[in-house]
C-alpha cells in the first residue's frame, strides 16, 4: 500500500536535457550572486536566461519576454516575491507559467504562503545545479503541456 506521502502524485514528465535549449527561465532576485549563481547554472544546460532585479523589474520583462518558467526570491524591495508571484498568476496569459519560490527560509508558514498566491514549488536557498534543474525539467514540461492545450 502506498504511503500517505504519495497518495494522489502522479509522476510528472521531465524534458530531456536536449530540450533545455528551448526554455527561457527567468530569475527575480535582487541578489546579484543568487542571479549570476543561477544563470551560470541555468546557461551551462542550455536554457535561454532573463534577470530581473526585483519584482517591478521582472513585471516589465515578463511580457517582453514570455518565459517558460520562473524562479522568484521571496525577500526583496519595494515588490517582494509573494506579491510578484501573486501579480503574474493573476494575469490570465500567465497564470500557467509555472513560478518557484526561491528562500533562504525553509518554515512551514513560508511554504504554505508561496501555495496560496499560487507558486509551483519552493525551493531553499543555497540550491544547487542539480535542484534547479530538475525544477526546470518537471515545470518547462508542465508549463508546454499547459501552453499545447490552450492553443
Known amino acids: 500500500m502506498p504511503s500517505q506521502e504519495n497518495q494522489g502524485q502522479v509522476s510528472q ?31 551551462s544546460s542550455g536554457c535561454e536566461v532573463i534577470l530581473a532585479e526585483d519584482g517591478f523589474d521582472a513585471l516589465a520583462k515578463i511580457s517582453n519576454e514570455h518565459p517558460d518558467i520562473i524562479f522568484v526570491d521571496i525577500m526583496m524591495p519595494r515588490l517582494d516575491g509573494y506579491q510578484t508571484c501573486s501579480l503574474i498568476k493573476r494575469n490570465a496569459r500567465y497564470k500557467s507559467t509555472p513560478v518557484i519560490m ?16 499560487g507558486s509551483d514549488q519552493y525551493l531553499t536557498k543555497p540550491f544547487t545545479q542539480e535542484t534547479l534543474i530538475d525544477a526546470v525539467q518537471t515545470y518547462a514540461a508542465l508549463s508546454r503541456a499547459n501552453q499545447q492545450k490552450a492553443d
Do not use: H, W
Open 102 to 117: 526561491l528562500s533562504s527560509k525553509d518554515g512551514l508558514f513560508d511554504r504554505a504562503r508561496g501555495r496560496m498566491v
Open 13 to 43: 514528465p521531465k524534458l530531456s536535457v536536449e530540450q533545455l535549449s528551448t526554455i527561457k527561465v527567468m530569475v527575480i532576485d535582487d541578489s546579484n550572486t543568487i542571479r549570476r549563481s543561477a544563470e551560470i547554472f541555468l546557461k
